[in-house]
């Protein structure tokens, strides 16, 4: 399986905490760990550095612990684990799911197993949390959806508009319909 990932695993860019304004990336591939960096100052001494380039093989940079300082002072510890494990060989195949295929996969969860996913990660909480997913969860499981709750959701969202019983959204959608009718009432006829 970790045959099928080619390529770029990871890249992340950043720029170094102040007072620095050095500028980093850095690029897991299936073979190197690429180290990037632009030096940023005004200060006459470093107008003439070019940006620099430090290419390492995953076991190399594992053994390079300066270069691993570096990335967890600029990208955060979490960061520099995961970049460990991906130069382990340790993949976290959910995180490389495309969104539209997950969001397919949880449209068959209960709404239980939704909330729990979402607590795993900040991936599946974005997507569980998604506008996308929850306008889709509404269609799937009502009837009928007029233009006033399309409005209405597009106002306070679909996940709003799911767990609203019916009698609170008709309630809402009146609500709505007054205050728009207020604001055309006020609104001056033009010729």
């Known amino acids: 399986m970790a045959s099928l990932l080619k390529g770029t695993l990871y890249e992340i860019r950043a720029q170094a905490p102040a007072p620095s304004k050095d500028y980093h990336q850095l690029l897991v591939t299936d073979s190197e760990v690429i180290w990037r960096w632009w030096k940023i100052s005004l200060r006459r001494e470093f107008r003439n550095v070019h940006p620099g380039e430090q290419i390492n093989s995953h076991q190399d940079f594992l053994e390079n612990y300066m270069l691993q300082v570096h990335i967890d002072v600029i990208f955060g510890n979490e960061v520099l684990k995961y970049i460990c494990n991906l130069c382990q060989h340790h993949f976290d195949y959910l995180d490389r799911i495309p969104n539209g295929l997950l969001m397919y ?37 009502c009837d009928t959806i007029t233009p006033e709750t399309r409005a209405l959701a597009s106002e306070v969202g679909w996940k709003e508009i799911f767990f609203t019983n019916k009698l609170q959204l008709q309630k809402k959608i009146r609500r709505r319909r007054e205050k728009f009718g207020r604001i055309a009432e006020n609104l001056p006829l033009t010729p």
């Open 105 to 141: 996969i949880i449209l068959f969860l209960d709404l239980e197993d939704i909330a729990r996913l979402s607590q795993t990660s900040r991936k599946f909480e974005k997507v569980c949390n998604s506008e996308e997913l929850w306008e889709r969860l509404v269609l799937r499981h």
